[in-house]
């Protein structure tokens, strides 16, 4: 291929423009021509190539992929009937369990021809088993934090809608002391149960270019001369080239790269792969024999866990570490975060007459409070005949009734007080007024609170011997 003429001068000397530009090294050869069309032998030329010294060097690359995490829900449905007579006073229970290391959210639907007799003639009852065997009543009627009663639109069904609950024995009671019309009720009790344990995860995919990409030292790699080195990848226990496109199977994912260096990684998405990483090895080769060697670690992430990377160790899985940093044990479970605090409200001096003390509190932003209310005092079982606690919510600048505790509701819950658990409390201020009759002699009672607060899907895990998980 002729890359361009010229007119030797009368000096012998001449200049020749090419008409492409010849500056990686080529072997050139220039040859003359006389008048009569001779050519002489070829002169051998090399031409200049200014990127000759430059090395091959590749960089350590540090991405990150996501999983999203979900708890795994199952829906369990129970279905029965009963008849109602005309003016006959009726009680009908509907009893479940919520298996340890689930919630549940629980929804009976009452069917009845008579359904707004059902509504106004009926008390719906949410109740859990406390540690004696004995059933509690955690709220009654049809409206408060942990119940909701509602005619469904149609008026053709009764829907009671609980509050999302934790382990333990419950049960739904439906009490009338009668009807004004004789009807029959097609029964459907709904759980929808949440595991704290198993989860399903949904990945998300990372790309980037290993080659111009800045690596964990805040440089691009150098492909040597003529920046014509291509990338190999670590694919079993030799490298290949990456050509167009190789894909490698990892431990938590698969990594398909080419010999450009663009890749993309992709997660399995479990959830037992949040806070590990994976590593991978490429090689620069160059024409020329240059060979450099560098590692992409891929860290995978997620936005429901909070995890401790290494600053110094690329290759080291993430250390979750719970609200305390506990570092003690190693192993990596996922559970909603709980906070419990307990604090003494204050001590009333009852007298012969009776006492009322009111108290505030409040369930912090972004969590659920389960509060638990505990009364003692040197007299208290003389005084729990007469004693009523009540639990009131800040509701558009006013305290609203949540409910109404007597004294002969309240259990033993050691340590000689008496007290009761309010469930599922939403973030907000809060009332308990504790009110007692009066004693032959005057005495104190004390109120204690001892609140379980509740975060979604934070990531708990530790850390045991100087391993990581």
Do not use: C
């Given at each position: 291929?002729?890359?361009?003429?010229?007119?030797?001068?009368?000096?012998?000397?001449?200049?020749?423009?090419?008409?492409?530009?010849?500056?990686?090294?080529?072997?050139?050869?220039?040859?003359?021509?006389?008048?009569?069309?001779?050519?002489?032998?070829?002169?051998?030329?090399?031409?200049?190539?200014?990127?000759?010294?430059?090395?091959?060097?590749?960089?350590?690359?540090?991405?990150?992929?996501?999983?999203?995490?979900?708890?795994?829900?199952?829906?369990?449905?129970?279905?029965?009937?009963?008849?109602?007579?005309?003016?006959?006073?009726?009680?009908?229970?509907?009893?479940?369990?919520?298996?340890?290391?689930?919630?549940?959210?629980?929804?009976?639907?009452?069917?009845?021809?008579?359904?707004?007799?059902?509504?106004?003639?009926?008390?719906?009852?949410?109740?859990?088993?406390?540690?004696?065997?004995?059933?509690?009543?955690?709220?009654?009627?049809?409206?408060?934090?942990?119940?909701?009663?509602?005619?469904?639109?149609?008026?053709?069904?009764?829907?009671?809608?609980?509050?999302?609950?934790?382990?333990?024995?419950?049960?739904?009671?439906?009490?009338?002391?009668?009807?004004?019309?004789?009807?029959?009720?097609?029964?459907?009790?709904?759980?929808?149960?949440?595991?704290?344990?198993?989860?399903?995860?949904?990945?998300?995919?990372?790309?980037?270019?290993?080659?111009?990409?800045?690596?964990?030292?805040?440089?691009?790699?150098?492909?040597?001369?003529?920046?014509?080195?291509?990338v190999s990848i670590l694919k079993g226990s030799s490298y290949v080239a990456a050509g167009s496109g190789t894909t490698v199977q990892g431990l938590y994912g698969t990594l398909t790269i080419d010999g450009a260096g663009n890749y993309t990684y992709t997660p399995t998405g479990t959830a037992s792969s949040v806070g590990k990483v994976d590593t991978f090895t490429y090689e620069l080769v160059h024409s020329n024999g240059l060979v450099s060697t560098a590692r992409l670690y891929v860290r995978i992430d997620s936005p429901q866990a909070t995890e401790t990377w290494s600053n110094t160790n690329l290759g080291a899985n993430a250390t979750v570490?719970?609200?305390?940093?506990?570092?003690?044990?190693?192993?990596?479970?996922?559970?909603?975060?709980?906070?419990?605090?307990?604090?003494?409200?204050?001590?009333?001096?009852?007298?012969?007459?009776?006492?009322?003390?009111?108290?505030?509190?409040?369930?912090?932003?972004?969590?659920?409070?389960?509060?638990?209310?505990?009364?003692?005092?040197?007299?208290?079982?003389?005084?729990?005949?007469?004693?009523?606690?009540?639990?009131?919510?800040?509701?558009?600048?006013?305290?609203?009734?949540?409910?109404?505790?007597?004294?002969?509701?309240?259990?033993?819950?050691?340590?000689?007080?008496?007290?009761?658990?309010?469930?599922?409390?939403?973030?907000?201020?809060?009332?308990?007024?504790?009110?007692?009759?009066?004693?032959?002699?005057?005495?104190?009672?004390?109120?204690?609170?001892?609140?379980?607060?509740?975060?979604?899907?934070?990531?708990?895990?530790?850390?045991?011997?100087?391993?990581?998980?």
């Amino acid at each position: 291929m002729v890359l361009g003429t010229a007119t030797v001068a009368s000096n012998g000397s001449f200049s020749v423009n090419l008409n492409a530009a010849q500056l990686k090294g080529q072997a050139l050869s220039v040859t003359l021509t006389d008048s009569a069309g001779n050519v002489s032998a070829g002169a051998a030329v090399v031409a200049p190539n200014p990127n000759a010294s430059l090395p091959v060097i590749a960089t350590d690359n540090l991405a990150q992929a996501e999983v999203a995490l979900a708890p795994v829900v199952a829906r369990q449905s129970y279905s029965d009937s009963f008849s109602a007579a005309l003016n006959t006073s009726f009680t009908q229970y509907y009893t479940f369990n919520i298996a340890s290391g689930t919630t549940a959210h629980p929804v009976l639907t009452l069917t009845s021809a008579n359904a707004v007799g059902l509504l106004n003639g009926a008390t719906v009852s949410l109740q859990v088993k406390n540690a004696a065997g004995a059933w509690v009543t955690l709220a009654s009627g049809n409206s408060s934090s942990l119940l909701q009663v509602s005619l469904l639109t149609g008026g053709a069904a009764v829907q009671a809608n609980l509050a999302t609950l934790q382990a333990g024995d419950y049960r739904i009671a439906l009490n009338s002391t009668g009807l004004n019309l004789a009807t029959s009720v097609a029964s459907q009790l709904q759980l929808d149960v949440t595991s704290l344990t198993q989860f399903t995860g949904t990945p998300t995919a990372v790309s980037g270019n290993l080659v111009t990409d800045l690596g964990v030292n805040g440089q691009a790699d150098s492909l040597g001369p003529d920046q014509s080195a291509t990338v190999s990848i670590l694919k079993g226990s030799s490298y290949v080239a990456a050509g167009s496109g190789t894909t490698v199977q990892g431990l938590y994912g698969t990594l398909t790269i080419d010999g450009a260096g663009n890749y993309t990684y992709t997660p399995t998405g479990t959830a037992s792969s949040v806070g590990k990483v994976d590593t991978f090895t490429y090689e620069l080769v160059h024409s020329n024999g240059l060979v450099s060697t560098a590692r992409l670690y891929v860290r995978i992430d997620s936005p429901q866990a909070t995890e401790t990377w290494s600053n110094t160790n690329l290759g080291a899985n993430a250390t979750v570490v719970d609200a305390t940093n506990d570092v003690a044990s190693s192993a990596l479970t996922l559970v909603p975060r709980e906070v419990v605090t307990t604090s003494t409200l204050g001590t009333q001096s009852v007298l012969v007459g009776g006492s009322s003390a009111t108290y505030t509190t409040s369930v912090a932003a972004g969590t659920t409070g389960d509060l638990t209310i505990s009364l003692s005092s040197a007299n208290l079982l003389s005084l729990l005949g007469s004693v009523q606690v009540q639990l009131y919510q800040q509701i558009n600048g006013s305290y609203q009734l949540v409910r109404t505790i007597s004294g002969s509701s309240l259990v033993a819950i050691g340590g000689g007080a008496y007290g009761v658990t309010v469930q599922g409390q939403v973030a907000g201020n809060y009332q308990i007024k504790v009110t007692s009759g009066g004693l032959g002699v005057a005495t104190s009672l004390t109120t204690t609170l001892d609140q379980h607060r509740n975060r979604a899907w934070p990531v708990r895990g530790r850390q045991r011997n100087g391993g990581q998980r």
